[in-house]
């Protein structure tokens, strides 16, 4: 019988403004030991249900398994501390490596430069071979086999920092899905559109959905994977082999010396593949619409790798100010115009904006609009009484959420 696992720490990245939703989420997924931290959301769990909850994220760029932490009164011990750990568990010397600082804002006044202290603890790294064993691991700084995070925070003392090394358990980012080709030109990072499907309740309630502008489908795939169960790391488990691991941490030593975990991930991901193969592809209908016919071929090559039959997607070429429900439909309607970042722009989206608010108020009564704008301008050529307005990121710019209760 295997040992109970212990508690390990873990750190969770996401954009900007989403970390109470990267909360939530890992308290539904039954992690409640979370806190609140700059750009994400630390965590404590066992090994597998760590795992877990990286297959299943939608909001996390990346995560993170804490391997070593100590604390440093100055910046100019850190070599010294760095060589104290035990390396030789991390990586071997025939390994690439490749390593990352995050300094906490509040210890920005004294790790002003980042990469230098990566510097250091990268020379930590290779010496502590070096002197060994006459070898030492290689950078890789694009595609490396073990990739670590070194975060640096201020300690309750005055002068004191902790300094937690972590591995990358990802590799590629989380929000990259795997479902857009390259040449897609998406406004929405995937983990974004995930974000805001989450507070339309889409997760829930699971109604009739609408992009009414849906460019290259990044909210119709978030969707059609929410509508049927199934984790955004499909596509990754989906082509997972022994030369294209689904992440990182295939790579990693603690990994591939514990049986019992690596008999557990696997099952995992078994058990996802289960799922997928029992989709019913001709249930609730999902609906698409843009003016441009290549972002409608975009759109359609994204679905078509999610799901190669797939008869969930309804995709239309026309003008959302005119787009009509279809029949029957009952549920949620959306829209991400866009925002005018180009010169004489201006009036053509004014009326842009006020043609589509027109249309939703005379032809989509009983259901629900969202509309996702970066321009406060121009969402108040919408003469409609907004409900709610949500605040996000998408990327730099600062955007609202707007919800409208259709009578």
């Not at 249900?49 to 398994?65: M, P």
């Not at 300094?103 to 020379?123: E, I, Q, W």
């Not at 309607?333 to 939703?360: K, M, S, T």
Request: proline share 5%; with cysteine; glycine share 6%.
């Amino acid at each position: 019988m295997a040992k109970p696992q212990k508690n390990r720490f873990f750190f969770a990245s996401c954009p900007r403004s989403l970390e109470e939703m990267l909360e939530q989420e890992l308290i539904d997924s039954g992690i409640t030991k979370t806190r609140i931290s700059n750009g994400g959301v630390q965590f404590q769990t066992d090994i597998s249900r760590g795992l877990k909850f990286l297959i299943n994220t939608r909001i996390a760029s990346r995560v993170y398994l804490e391997f070593h932490q100590f604390t440093l009164n100055r910046e100019q011990d850190l070599y010294k501390d760095a060589r104290k750990v035990n390396w030789d568990k991390v990586l071997d010397n025939n390994q690439t490596f490749r390593i990352t600082t995050l300094v906490n804002r509040f210890a920005l006044s004294t790790f002003k430069n980042p990469l230098h202290y990566s510097l250091v603890l990268k020379d930590a790294l290779v010496d502590h071979f070096r002197d060994r064993d006459g070898v030492r691991p290689d950078v890789d700084k694009k595609d490396a086999e073990v990739s670590i995070l070194m975060r640096v925070d201020k300690t309750g003392n005055r002068h004191g920092y902790w300094v937690s090394l972590y591995y990358d358990l990802s590799g590629t980012p989380l929000s990259n899905r795997g479902y857009r080709l390259p040449g897609h030109g998406a406004p929405l990072r995937e983990n974004l559109a995930a974000a805001l499907l989450y507070k339309m309740n889409y997760h829930n309630d699971k109604p009739d959905f609408c992009d009414s502008m849906c460019g290259s489908g990044t909210l119709l795939s978030e969707a059609l994977l929410m509508l049927h169960d199934l984790p955004p790391s499909l596509l990754r488990i989906k082509n997972h082999s022994e030369d294209t691991p689904a992440f990182a941490f295939f790579n990693h030593k603690w990994f591939y010396e514990n049986k019992d975990v690596k008999s557990k991930f696997e099952n995992e991901m078994h058990h996802v593949m289960k799922r997928f193969n029992s989709v019913d592809v001709s249930s609730r209908i999902v609906y698409g619409q843009d003016n441009n016919p290549r972002n409608l071929t975009q759109t359609k090559e994204s679905l078509d790798l999610l799901f190669p039959l797939n008869k969930n997607v309804t995709l239309n070429y026309g003008d959302s100010t005119k787009l009509v429900p279809p029949k029957e439909f009952k549920g949620i309607i959306f829209c991400n115009p866009p925002y005018g970042e180009r010169l004489g722009e201006a009036q053509e989206l004014a009326d842009l904006y006020y043609n589509y608010g027109e249309n939703l108020k005379n032809n989509w009564k009983e259901n629900t609009a969202y509309i996702l704008t970066g321009n406060p301008e121009l969402r108040k050529k919408i003469s409609l009484q907004t409900s709610k307005r949500t605040p996000f990121y998408n990327g730099k710019i600062e955007c609202r959420l707007l919800r409208y209760n259709l009578y």
